[in-house]
């Protein structure tokens, strides 16, 4: 059997009043179409160790495991610093 792959991309972004030191935006999942289907948020002042994950992660095709790990653990770890 074929395991579904599923594309995911890191997008930075600016808010107004973002915190100095900090780095904030969404990893785009992408499961066939055109337009993301989700959108997982992270907000940090972790950012050296955040840029080596995001090197590891960004553009990758990767099984619904995967992604069902990647939203937790960005939850648990890089969501919550920085606005």
């Known amino acids: 059997m074929e395991k579904k792959m599923i594309w995911i991309s890191f997008t930075e972004e600016y808010w107004p009043g973002q915190k100095e030191g900090t780095t904030i935006g969404r990893i785009e999942v992408y499961t066939g179409g055109r337009y993301a289907d989700e959108e997982i948020p992270w907000a940090t ?3 050296k160790e ?3 994950f995001r090197a590891h992660w960004d553009w990758m095709e990767i099984t619904e495991y995967h992604l069902s790990w990647l939203r937790e653990y960005v939850k648990d770890t890089y969501l919550g610093g920085g606005r």
């Open 45 to 47: 002042s972790k950012v």
């Open 50 to 52: 955040f840029n080596t």
